[in-house]
């Protein structure tokens, strides 16, 4: 089975074949194998070293995190771009979204608040992973829209910027 993923800009082909001990993926010229661990986790074997990945699917977007380094993969449109790029917000330098579904684990700032570009504002934890969201720019915390403990997507900013 070949299928085709946008991540970025780019535009990743992959081939996947079902064996015996796994699926083997094939990714330009690598080779993984892959077995699920249990339902959104998985190990990956490349060259006699195994990660473990997790794997979750919203809407027309996968997240894998892999060792800490999140990727965002969308399924593209007939016209080659990215199904989800219209929802995405990478141009928003005033609201700051979880980088993929989960809940919120601390938020470390407050409303009123001056903040610097780059500035950690809030952890976020996905797929047992605590992801450190920062500051896109700098500004006034204008609100915040989700308290500690609470589930986020992908949809709603976890906080507004006034810049």
Excluded: W
Aim: charged share 25%; with cysteine.
């Amino acid at each position: 089975m070949i299928n085709q993923f946008r991540h970025k800009e780019e535009t990743i082909e992959t081939k996947a074949n079902p064996g015996a001990s796994g699926v083997e993926v094939t990714v330009g010229e690598n080779k993984y194998l892959v077995t699920e661990v249990s339902s959104g986790k998985y190990n990956v074997l490349l060259d006699g070293v195994k990660k473990t990945v997790y794997c979750i699917v919203q809407n027309e977007k996968s997240y894998l995190d892999i060792d800490g380094l999140l990727l965002e993969l969308a399924i593209p449109s007939e016209d080659g771009t990215s199904a989800s790029a219209a929802g995405g917000h990478a141009g928003e330098k005033d609201k700051i979204f979880a980088p993929m579904p989960g809940k919120i684990v601390k938020l470390l700032v407050k409303e009123g608040e001056k903040v610097a570009e780059k500035q950690p504002m809030v952890i976020v934890e996905a797929m047992k992973m605590e992801n450190q969201v920062n500051s896109p720019s700098a500004g006034t915390v204008k609100k915040i829209n989700f308290k500690d403990g609470e589930q986020v997507g992908t949809e709603i900013p976890i906080i507004e910027l006034e810049i």
